[in-house]
């Protein structure tokens, strides 16, 4: 296959696009011939994070917007595209709040461009090409809304309910998606994730900041009571299954991904804690735990979300394969193993003191997730 990535060199888009390229099949040809990777390298992308790819010939990156039509329909004619995964999305639920503008433009406008550079391109492919091409969107669980203690967990039935900018406007983005399989036949599928982590994690998200706040000596800061649950989704697990779901994915449809894995914010931040504890002591003996610090919570947050990932089970037989703890474990080494990388985002892209993760003494603030 040839792949167009919109947005891979961001934190789920760099997983995935390792993840196709480390793929070797013994005795087969690699599954993916061309990978393409369109980012503009806004605040979350970063080209470090596919570094050891440099020199891999089947790799291609290009900078520029999806909201560029004319990029797009050249990318895709040139590199002779069988599919194409939009990871390309403004995530961040703070930042949305403080300015929900440049959501519209990235997660509405661009989506829109980008499946319509998309349906002219496929409109004109011959057979079998055509047959085989896909449209797969990356989308979140936020888009339906907040759950009650004793709610069921989120499935591709629920109503849309979204309580941010940010949610709204992956909300919008989803609905573009289905009515451009619905009006022009556009061979489409949508994934909607629960909350991810793991290697490559942009640091102002919970479980880096809460990682590197503890590690430079800083408080860690818990919105509100800090008993927002969230399910929480290994972002390899999230790669294999957006990759199981292009390949064999019913067109038109829409696959919930979830870890299986429902935690209150405070308990991760404790489970951080105790591994930081047993793998790189405080100097003075005590526990991490000991900065925990509450802080005002967000406005309007939502207070849990959950994933019911029982089609995507059975339909196409995909499970997560790290537990929490394995994840969690798995996450921390990554970090404390590169430290040099989160240092260097902090210093270059990070707005000073915004977020804490800068020099200053005001609390920080703790987002979610993404």
């Known amino acids: 296959m040839q792949l167009l990535v919109t947005g891979g060199c961001g934190f789920i888009g760099s997983n995935f696009i390792r993840q196709r390229l480390a793929e070797r099949p013994a005795g087969g040809p690699a599954p993916v011939q061309r990978l393409v990777n369109l980012d503009a390298l806004t605040y979350a992308g970063n080209p470090a994070n596919l570094a050891d790819l440099a020199g891999d010939p089947r790799y291609v990156f290009v900078h520029g917007r999806i909201e560029a039509p004319e990029l797009v329909s050249r990318l895709l ?15 961040h639920v703070d930042r949305s709040i403080d300015s929900p503008e440049p959501f519209i433009q990235t997660n509405v406008v661009g989506t829109l461009r980008l499946l319509d550079a998309c349906r002219r391109y496929w409109s004109a492919l011959p057979e079998p ?21 004793a709610d069921p967990a989120f499935s591709e039935t629920t109503p849309y309910a979204p309580n941010s900018p ?6 919008a983005s989803d ?13 489409t ?9 793991g290697p490559y994690h942009f640091p102002e998200k919970l479980i880096p900041l809460v990682i590197l706040n503890a590690l430079d000596g800083r408080p860690l800061p818990v919105y509100g009571d800090g008993r927002q649950v969230r399910d929480w989704l290994y972002v390899e697990d999230h790669a294999a299954a957006v990759w199981l779901v292009l390949q064999q994915g019913r067109l038109g449809e829409t696959y919930n991904i979830g870890g299986l894995n429902e935690q209150p914010n405070i308990e991760i931040v404790r489970a951080i804690c105790g591994l930081l504890d047993r793998k790189s002591p405080r100097p003075d003996g005590k526990s991490y735990a000991a900065r925990i610090t509450h802080v ?14 029982r ?3 059975r339909e196409l037989g995909w499970a997560p394969r790290e537990s929490f703890q394995s994840g969690l474990e798995k996450t921390v080494d990554w970090y404390l193993a590169n430290r040099a990388w989160a240092a260097e985002i902090t210093e270059r892209k990070y707005a000073r003191g915004r977020l804490g993760l800068a020099a200053g003494s005001t609390p920080e603030r703790i987002p979610k997730t993404r």
């Open 77 to 91: 004619e040139e590199h002779a595209i069988d599919a194409v995964l939009n990871f390309a999305a403004e995530s």
């Open 129 to 149: 090409r055509r047959a085989r091409f896909r449209f797969l969107h990356v989308s979140t669980d936020e888009v339906y809304g907040t759950l009650g203690p």
């Open 166 to 171: 940010y949610a709204a406007s992956k909300a």
């Open 175 to 187: 609905h573009l998606v289905r009515a451009y399989r619905h009006t022009y036949g556009l061979p």
């Open 189 to 197: 599928l949508t994934t909607n994730c629960s909350n991810n982590y």
């Open 296 to 309: 005002a919570d967000r406005p309007g947050h939502d207070r849990r979300y959950a994933i019911d990932c």
């Open 311 to 313: 089609k995507l089970q």
